[in-house]
């Protein structure tokens, strides 16, 4: 048999090769890295349809840490941020993230409730999200990935970038495999601590593109060290096609590189961004206003920084191990504390920095430190990452004298033969209301506490904000709250407009 192919089908071919598309992190990641969630419900909703015209393959927009923020702090009922939002994007597939596994550090919360919450993200329409496991441990994620897909959820998985002397090319091919195997919607290829290079790039990605065989591969990348901009270009011209970047001033720094960027850099080269730079302007412009006004940081590159390579810390554990060292008055340890955490990052068989991982091995680096001795006294995780209940190859990895020095405390002993209890549904609405409580109340105070929900008011409606463009509108809104003048007259290229009390409207007319 004889295929002939077009002179047109080979041009359609090479263009859709050279077609890049991009995952849009700013209202997750984006905020979440940069502003610590700080953006409150209002502040999105005025500027969603705009971004849903920028052409984003798929758009981070929500996950459940949101919810403890977005009750306890900005007093908000954050399903309104799920239910307003999913009405204005029409064109771009929105994402959870997370999956079934557990929530923050410390804790792990009930399996019906995490399985509750993903059906109600599911029902309103966000059906693809993106999740890890802290050791790539994809066999255990295989039953997470079906019981989400039987709920009506796709499931990216990450696979997790680290350096360390077992973190080689090889490994990387072995867990593309392994990732491959559960079938997921796709893999993605995740470097949280910004510590790819160019270099390293050229041998570890044909690696992984080769053993995920037909699983799509996309990238995400933070800038903690000023070189993911150059690796995504470098993971392009080796086959990646789908990368994650955000939108200034809620790109670079910690956050993911900016779509601007990337887009520019990518058609200097030769390729097709599948993005409309005229549409994200608008975007900037209101993100922008908002930071000044607010006094919220902006994302700025960072400069290199070898350091990251030994201790390979997240930048906002440091944050929080600088202010933990602060309340104690040892904020002078920090960079004690620092290569410390890079000796027992070692002693515990190099673990991914990752949560809750990272934050065991920096709780223990500090307390190694302040008391003067190592691991005279450990923490109740560490004991239990020796035992292996957070992560299996835990105990195979470490260093056998430190894990023995953890392991012949009388501590240990409670821990052992210790597994955490998991409540059923019932039990859970048992505990948080009974059955007169919604599934969405239910989950706000599961995740947030029954008083901090009991403490919202108003339905916890978000305020209206003002499209952050606009500063003529916010000086209005401004001074319309003014109580020491009767009238205002505003003045400019051509605008006339007057403010005041009836009666003195009543006069001037």
Partial sequence: MIFVVTEGEIQAAKRLMSEIHFVDTTLRDGQQSLWALGMKTGAMLPIAAQMDRIGFESMEFFVSIMIKKYVREHKENPWLWLREGSKRFRRT??????????????????????????????????TLTRTSNCW???????????????????????????????????????KAREAAAIRPYRICFKDVGGLLTPERARTLIPAILQDAGDVPIEYHAHCNNGLAPLCYLEAVRLGINALHTAIPPLANGSSQPSILNVARNLRALGYTPVVNDE??????????????????????????????YWHQVPGGVISN????LKLVGKEDRLPATLEEAARVRADFGYPIMVT?????????????VIVGERY???????IQYALGIWGREAPGLMEPNVKDKILARGRAKDWKNWRPRDLSLKEVRDKFGGTAVSDEELLLRVYAGTDAVNALANG????????????????IEELSKKRDCNQI?????????VLGKRADLANIA
């Fill in 489 to 497: 007259f505003i003045r400019k290229a051509g605008v006339s407009l």
């Fill in 279 to 308: 549409e994200v302007k608008p975007v900037e412009e209101h993100f922008t206003a908002l930071a000044k006004r607010g006094g919220l940081p902006i994302g700025k590159p960072f400069a290199y920084d070898e350091s990251q």
């Fill in 93 to 126: 597939r929105l994402r959870n993230h997370g999956g079934m596994h557990g929530s923050g550090a410390m804790e792990k919360l009930p399996h019906a409730a995490m399985r509750l919450f993903i059906e109600r993200v599911v029902s309103y329409g966000v």
């Fill in 136 to 174: 790539n441990d994809f066999e255990e994620m295989r039953d997470e990935v079906r019981e989400l897909r039987d709920v009506g959820m796709e499931t990216v998985v990450n696979l997790i970038y680290s350096v360390s002397p077992r973190h080689t090319d090889d490994y990387y091919a072995k």
């Fill in 356 to 368: 809750p991982l990272s934050q065991f091995v920096v709780s223990q680096a500090a307390i190694n």
């Fill in 321 to 324: 191990l600088r202010h933990q």
């Fill in 460 to 475: 916890a409606a978000p305020k209206p904000a003002l499209d952050g463009r606009q500063p003529l509108f916010r000086l």
């Fill in 376 to 382: 005279k006294e450990v923490t109740d995780q560490v």
